[in-house]
């Protein structure tokens, strides 16, 4: 089956430090990658995407590269800001008909000032 | 992109009781899923609700503890039956288009004691 294994958190960074949550999938077939982000108190938001193979997704200062050949979509952000603390999940939907996402176990994001 | 809103949004139960949430989006949408959410954990598919049709439930959840409806194209209600204090969790709405984003709603924190 499908699946998606991200890096344990939690991840404590300062403000302003680099940014990477790993995440890689197993799939049969090529699936679309998603990244969403839930902050504290609320529900998930997509933050990211990228439907094929070399699509780099980006947002917010947020980037995610589609590698097929390592089945990785690792998120980086540049400078982190203590608003960006909260939870990352990793998810893939195949492409076709009525699929539904399939989630990594999320990684907690804490930046302190 | 869709407004969605869940009502309660949070609520502490008594064991052996019900609760019935409800779940409306600001536009048609084809298909409504039913998350739940438990603490520090990711997001499990309880059913997929499409209107028109019985909900299909995942693996691990049946129609007597998580009854379902789907009236129409904007909302749908998930009743958590007989509850335990293992049913403690966030359950989250969400909705797609086929091959479009999935949304999601802010969610409703249950306690059950």
């Known amino acids: 089956g499908n699946s998606v294994t991200q890096m344990e958190g939690p991840v404590t960074l300062s403000e302003e430090a680099f940014l990477t949550i790993n995440c890689t999938y197993t799939?049969?077939?090529?699936?679309?990658l998603f990244w969403y982000v839930q902050y504290p108190g609320e529900g998930l938001q997509l933050l990211l995407k990228?439907?094929?193979?070399?699509d780099k997704g980006s947002n917010k200062g947020f980037e995610a590269t589609y590698r097929k050949e390592t089945t990785s979509f690792h998120l980086e952000k540049g400078s982190v800001q203590v608003s960006d603390s909260a939870v990352y999940f990793c998810a893939l939907r195949m492409n076709s008909g009525y699929s539904t996402l399939t989630f990594g176990k999320g990684t907690m994001l804490l930046v302190s000032p | 992109s869709a407004v969605i809103s869940q009502k309660p949004s949070r609520d502490i139960c008594q064991r052996g009781t019900s609760l019935t949430i409800q779940c409306q989006v600001d536009?048609?949408?084809?298909?409504m899923f039913w998350y739940r959410q438990q603490p520090g954990q990711s997001l499990t598919l309880i059913a997929t609700?499409?209107?028109?049709?019985?909900?299909?439930?995942e693996s691990g959840f049946v129609i007597d503890k998580f009854p379902i409806s789907r009236p129409n194209l904007t909302f749908s209600t998930l009743t958590v039956s007989n509850m335990s204090p293992e049913d403690s969790s966030i359950y989250l709405c969400?909705?797609?288009?086929?091959?479009?984003?999935?949304?999601f709603g802010p969610g409703t924190r249950l306690l059950v004691l």
């Open positions: 969400s909705v797609q288009e086929p091959q479009e984003t999935q949304y």
């Open positions: 609700a499409n209107q028109g049709s019985e909900a299909t439930y």
């Open positions: 536009s048609q949408v084809t298909m």
């Open positions: 799939a049969t077939g090529y699936p679309s």
């Open positions: 990228a439907t094929k193979a070399d």
